[in-house]
C-alpha cells in the first residue's frame, strides 16, 4: 500500500526526546533510504530548536553514508549561535552511531529590504498533466518486469516532459515539473518548508543525467546525491502547485551539477537549491 500523506508527515516530522536530539523512522521502501527524507527530518529537528521569530534563509549538507530504512535514525542539533539577528544550527544524522548526513543551516529574524526575482518560466498549467501515479501504473501495466508502482501518492509530480525510461536520449539539460502535496496541511510555515526540502531532492539529479543517454533507473548506472543546498527567499505552501524548474550546467569527474528553482503558481520565486550528485557509469558501460 503507498504511503498517505499522514504516513509522510509522521516520518518526516521527528520526534523529540531531549532539548537538542530527535529520532525519525524510515518507510520501508525504497531499500536505501531517499536522501530528501533525512534532508526534511534534519530541517524539521533544527527548526524546533529555533524560537519563533526565525525562519531558516539557507541550508548545506552533505550525504555521507546510505541509510538503512529498517533502523532508527538518532538526529543530534547543535545550537552553534544565536545571535541578535542571525541564528545557526548543525544538525548530524546518525546510524549504528556513524554520521550518515550532516547539514548547517542559518536562521534570521524576518527583516524588509531591497526585492528582485527572477521570472517564472512559461509552461503550461499542471492540471492537464500526467501525474507520475498514472505514468508509473501505465509502465508497470506494460511492463511489470521493469517497473514497480510509485511509492507514494503524498507527493503529486507532473512533469512538462517525460524521458523514456526504458530507452532515454539524450536532450537538453532543463526540465520543468509541477509538484503538490494533495490534502489539508494548515499554516504550521516549519511543516511546508519540511515537505519543501523533501521534494527538493527529487529531480536535481536527473537534470544531470538529461543531456546522456541514461537515467537513474538504468541497470548499470550509480547515481546518489553527494551534497544539497536549499535557499528559503519567501515563505510558500506546498499544498498548492509549485514549478520546480532545473537545470545542469556541467558533468564530469562522474559527478553532475545541478541547480533548482521552485515558483509559486502566480510567479514568485520560493527557494533555489544546488546539487552535486554522483553519476558514475560501471567501466562496461563507460
Not at 165 to 181: G, I, K
Not at 242 to 260: E, K, Q
Request: net charge negative.
Amino acid at each position: 500500500m503507498s504511503p498517505t500523506l499522514e504516513d509522510l508527515l509522521s516520518c518526516l516530522e521527528v520526534k523529540r526526546i531531549d532539548t537538542f536530539l530527535f529520532t525519525g523512522e524510515s518507510p520501508e521502501r525504497p531499500r536505501r533510504i531517499f536522501g530528501g527524507q533525512v534532508l526534511a527530518q534534519s530541517l524539521n529537528a533544527a527548526n524546533r530548536s529555533i524560537e519563533d521569530d526565525r525562519t531558516a534563509h539557507s541550508l548545506h549538507a552533505y550525504f555521507l553514508r546510505p541509510g538503512n530504512p529498517k533502523k532508527q535514525i538518532v538526529f543530534e542539533v547543535d545550537p552553534t549561535r544565536d545571535g541578535r539577528s542571525f541564528s545557526t544550527r548543525r544538525v548530524v544524522a546518525k546510524q549504528d552511531g556513524k554520521p550518515i548526513f550532516i547539514t548547517s543551516i542559518s536562521y534570521q529574524t524576518p527583516v524588509d529590504g531591497l526585492i528582485h526575482e527572477a521570472p517564472m518560466p512559461e509552461v503550461a498549467a499542471p492540471e492537464g498533466l500526467q501525474t507520475d501515479f498514472e505514468y508509473w501504473r501505465e509502465m508497470a501495466e506494460m511492463y511489470p518486469e521493469r517497473f514497480d508502482p510509485p511509492l507514494s501518492q503524498a507527493i503529486e509530480r507532473r512533469p512538462l516532459k517525460r524521458r523514456d525510461y526504458l530507452a532515454p536520449e539524450p536532450d537538453d539539460p532543463v526540465s520543468n515539473v509541477w509538484f503538490r502535496v494533495p490534502g489539508e496541511l494548515g499554516d504550521d510555515p516549519n511543516r511546508h518548508q519540511t515537505l519543501l526540502a523533501f521534494i527538493s531532492d527529487f529531480a536535481l539529479l536527473g537534470a544531470a543525467l538529461l543531456p546522456h543517454p541514461h537515467t537513474a533507473q538504468s541497470r548499470k548506472m550509480q547515481a546518489a546525491s553527494l551534497d544539497h543546498a536549499i535557499w528559503f527567499h519567501r515563505s510558500g505552501r506546498v499544498d498548492d502547485y509549485l514549478l520546480y524548474h532545473l537545470d545542469s550546467p556541467t558533468a564530469g569527474g562522474g559527478r553532475g551539477f545541478s541547480r533548482g528553482q521552485f515558483f509559486s503558481r502566480d510567479g514568485r520565486l520560493i527557494a533555489s537549491t544546488v546539487q552535486e550528485s554522483l553519476i558514475r557509469l560501471h567501466p562496461s558501460e563507460s
